[in-house]
């Protein structure tokens, strides 16, 4: 298993990026993203931070660990710009925090972030079908999460991008230890949004690609 979204001390996590690292490695996922918040007020000094330890954790490693940064609550006309620039720097994830119901997020962030270059739109909550349909021409993952809260839209969003055609992806967005769950629990949060078994082993073939291909 991969988890594209986890958040450490370098934003609002509990843990140092090594810390989070282990932790995954120990129940046996095979690569991970460190992803954390971020806007124009930090957005320079967390990419050197955050590339500073990737590029420095040991090429034999069992677990892979990708640099990437999620674009939290941004004005709609700050997407593009600063995702051409976290991609300019070698940041390979970048996720944008879409609607969720659990925060006041801005109206059409999940559109103004799905025309920028993004590869996966975070729990999107009451996702429009223009905007599922946006995320699958882009080709960019609407995230299916075992985060609190976050989670109650899990099963809208996996039933209109199966029937739209989107690609989905399952992540942690842990940010404490008790965030960082198994691949078998991983796996239980899928079957819970109305995943079957076989679907998730695409999910997973998918989320494998995209890290092979960084």
Same mark, same amino acid.
């Given at each position: ?104 997020? @801005?109206?059409?962030?999940?559109? /103004?972030? %799905?025309?920028?270059?993004? $590869?996966?739109? !975070?729990?999107?909550?009451? *996702? +429009? ?30 039933? @209109?991008?199966?029937?739209?055609? /989107?690609? %989905?992806?399952?992540?942690? $967005?842990?940010? !404490?230890?008790?965030?960082? *769950? +198994? ?32």
């Amino acid at each position: 298993m991969y988890n594209l979204h986890a958040h450490t001390l370098l934003s609002d996590g509990a843990l140092l990026p090594s810390e989070v690292a282990m932790r995954y490695l120990a129940l046996g996922y095979k690569g991970l993203a460190i992803t954390d918040h971020a806007d124009c007020s930090n957005i320079e000094g967390y990419i050197k931070s955050v590339l500073a330890f990737t590029r420095r954790w040991p090429k034999d490693s069992k677990i892979k660990v990708l640099p990437g940064i999620e674009f939290t609550h941004l004005p709609l006309g700050q997407f593009k710009g600063l995702a051409k620039y976290a991609r300019s720097k070698g940041i390979q994830v970048i996720i944008a925090h879409g609607e969720t119901v659990m925060e006041p997020v @801005v109206k059409g962030t999940n559109s /103004a972030a %799905l025309e920028a270059d993004i $590869d996966i739109l !975070a729990h999107p909550g009451h *996702i +429009s079908e223009k905007d599922v349909l946006l995320a699958k021409k882009r080709g960019i993952f609407l995230e299916i999460t075992s985060r609190a809260g976050h989670k109650e839209t899990n099963r809208e969003v996996v039933q @209109v991008a199966l029937r739209l055609g /989107a690609k %989905l992806i399952l992540n942690n $967005d842990s940010h !404490a230890p008790e965030d960082i *769950i +198994s691949p078998k629990e991983l796996i239980k949060v899928g079957l819970a949004a109305g995943l079957t078994l076989s679907q998730i082993e695409e999910i997973k073939k998918g989320s494998e690609l995209f890290f092979k291909r960084r």
